[in-house]
């Protein structure tokens, strides 16, 4: 079964970091472009930083400066380094990408989400 896998969340004080990991698993040929999400109670889901196949990123403005997304392409895995956390980044974070994997007698592609991880900022 080809799946996102996120892990890294936890609790941690205002000012604190953590860094998560999104491992692709299931016969994987290459992870393409990916993302990180974020949802907090009550609110839409919404972009924290994307990167490219070619390793081009993109961030959203509240998290300028203070995230990081990477890729491993060995290890079919993204990470997020979060750092100078603030409770407002306090969400279940989910892992998105766009992945080629084996199926059959061909490669396929397809699109998947991660089970989604919690952060929490708080003193």
């Known amino acids: 079964q080809v799946q996102l896998v996120e892990s890294g969340g936890g609790l941690v004080q205002p000012g604190g970091s953590l860094r998560l990991s999104c491992a692709a698993s299931?016969?994987?040929?290459?992870?393409?472009?990916m993302g990180w999400y974020r949802q907090a109670p009550g609110k839409e889901r919404e972009l924290v930083a994307g990167?490219?196949?070619?390793?081009?990123?993109n961030y959203a403005d509240f998290v300028k400066g203070r995230f990081t997304i990477s890729r491993d392409n060995a290890k079919n895995t993204v990470y997020l380094q979060m750092n100078s956390l603030k409770p407002e980044d306090t969400a279940v974070y989910y892992c998105?990408?766009?992945?080629?994997?084996?199926?059959?007698?061909?490669?396929?592609?397809?699109?998947?989400w991660g089970q989604g991880t919690q952060v929490t900022v708080s003193s």
């Open positions: 299931g016969n994987i040929v290459s992870i393409n472009a």
């Open positions: 998105n990408g766009d992945l080629t994997y084996r199926c059959s007698v061909a490669y396929c592609t397809g699109n998947r």
């Open positions: 990167i490219t196949s070619g390793g081009s990123t």
